[in-house]
Structures are given as C-alpha cells and as structure tokens.
C-alpha cells in the first residue's frame, strides 16, 4: 500500500537516553515534516525536509536532530531525552507546490519515564 | 503571530443532529485554509482546502466554508463514523508552514 509509515508506533524510554524514529513515505512525495502532538492534542512543525534540504526548523531543543538519507526518509534523533518529550510524533510528507496537502503517518506515541 | 481557535472542544451530537465546528483565526496574509479529520491513534487526514472569503467546498455530510476572520464545517445529518476530531489549519504568505488549532473532539451517537 502507498502510505507514510513510521517506526516505532509506541516507544517507552527513560530519561537521558538517546532514541530514533524513522518514517519513509512511497507516494513520491519531495517535502517531509516531523510534528509533535502534545497532550493537548496541539500539533506543531519542528521540521521540514524538501528533497533531503532542510527548509523549516522550528524552535525545537538542539537535542532532536532530524536526518534525510533520500527524499523518502526522514528520521528523528533525540538525545538526551527528557519528560517533556513525550507525546506523540507525526511523520507527513507533501508535495512542495501543495505542501497543505500533507499525508500524515500513524504516529509514534514516546514515553520518557 | 498567526493563530488558530477551533470551538467548541467537545461535541456530542445524536446520529442525524445536523452542526457546526468553528475555526477562527488570525493570520497576517492568508494563503489558504485547511481541514483535517484525525481517528483516534491516528495520523490527521487530509479534507479541504479553501482559499478566499465565501468559498464552499462539500464531501458527503461535510461543509466547509470561508470568511475572512473564521471558517465553518457543517455536519449535515452525522452518523457515528463521523465521530473524529477535526482540525482546523491556516497557511500564511509570512511563513512556509501549516499552522493547527487543538481540534474538536465530535462524537455522533446512534
């Protein structure tokens, strides 16, 4: 099936450890985003990926760094991970000239304990 | 800052009693605004766009439409797989990124 697929769909972790996330889109999209979703069910940009470019980095703590190998994927890296971290993380991807139209994955709820 | 406000939070509604979501926002230079419906555990998917005062866009019991100051999705008749919560986003000329209100959680009962 065409999707936006995302692993782990639950990651429970204590805090100061390092963790990854990984999303790989086949709907030959070149713009990808990570979104937090807080437990307020806010969702809000961190990053934005065109073609492996970063374009968007919000104001997001230097410990997530996100990585593009290809136009596919976009994996998230978080150090040093702290209780506010948790909440669940999208993965979407769009084309750049409809980037409203984003595909989203189904989220990787992260617990920090 | 651009910002979004959805009310209510919370909408119960009984199957066939016909409503409206609210989305205001305030945004300098509006390029379009955005629904999406989001199921629980979940990834938002992707309803409408609309881009200019007194556009109207419709897909089976869904409405939406445009002001300049806020955006209206009508629920025509809801049946219970309605039942999601809905996003209201705004995408400005200032930035290059979507911005989401907190959603309204409807619940359609049989």
């Known amino acids: 099936d065409t999707a936006v697929s995302q692993t782990p769909k639950y990651l429970v972790t204590q805090m100061g450890n390092d963790k990854s996330i990984k999303c790989e889109q086949n709907?030959?999209?070149?713009?990808m985003y990570w979104y937090k979703q807080d437990s307020k069910k806010f969702l809000k940009i961190m990053f934005s990926y065109n073609n492996k470019e970063l374009i968007i980095n919000e104001t997001v703590p230097n410990r997530f760094s996100p990585k593009s190998p290809d136009k596919a994927h976009l994996n998230l890296h978080i150090n040093s991970l702290e209780l506010g971290d948790s909440a669940v993380y999208f993965c979407?991807?769009?084309?750049?000239?409809?980037?409203?139209?984003?595909?989203f994955g189904p989220g990787t709820r992260l617990t920090v304990t | 800052e651009d910002q979004v406000t959805q009310s209510p939070e919370a909408l119960r509604l009984q199957e066939g009693e016909s409503s409206s979501l609210n989305c205001s926002y305030t945004?300098?230079?509006?390029?379009?605004l955005f629904w999406y419906r989001q199921d629980p555990g979940k990834g938002p998917e992707f309803l409408f766009t609309l881009y200019s005062a007194g556009e109207e866009k419709e897909k089976e019991r869904l409405k939406a439409t445009l002001t300049k100051k806020e955006s209206f999705l009508h629920i025509t008749a809801p049946k219970p797989e309605d039942s999601a919560t809905y996003l209201c986003?705004?995408?400005?000329?200032?930035?290059?990124?979507?911005?989401f209100g907190t959603g309204t959680r409807l619940q359609v009962f049989p």
């Open positions: 979407a991807s769009s084309v750049r000239d409809r980037r409203y139209e984003q595909y």
């Open positions: 986003a705004v995408l400005s000329y200032n930035t290059d990124k979507l911005i």
């Open positions: 709907l030959g999209h070149d713009t």
């Open positions: 945004v300098s230079g509006l390029r379009g």
